[in-house]
């Protein structure tokens, strides 16, 4: 399936202002969109596979929290 950590980047990078508000929407529409796409396939992916998939979304959306609350420290310090 996709990257999908370096999709949820471009997207947020893409962003004027990609503050937390704004990442929330992106999530969320990206959360919507995989469900939408996993469960169109056909012939259709067992609950386990569409599970496999929305956790390794969750896990790229921690993954950029991690990264935004990085640099968020990193921009107050100096």
Avoid: C, W
Avoid at 47 to 72: D, F, H, N
Wanted: no cysteine; aromatic share 4%; charged share 30%.
């Amino acid at each position: 399936m996709a990257d999908y950590h370096a999709i949820l980047k471009r997207a947020i990078s893409a962003m004027p202002a990609p503050n937390g508000e704004a990442r929330r929407a992106v999530y969320e529409k990206a959360r919507t969109a995989l469900v939408n796409q996993l469960k169109a396939f056909d012939p259709p992916l067992s609950p386990s596979e569409i599970t496999q998939q929305r956790l390794q979304l969750e896990e790229a959306i921690r993954k950029v929290e991690s990264e935004a609350a990085q640099r968020a420290r990193e921009a107050s310090r100096g």
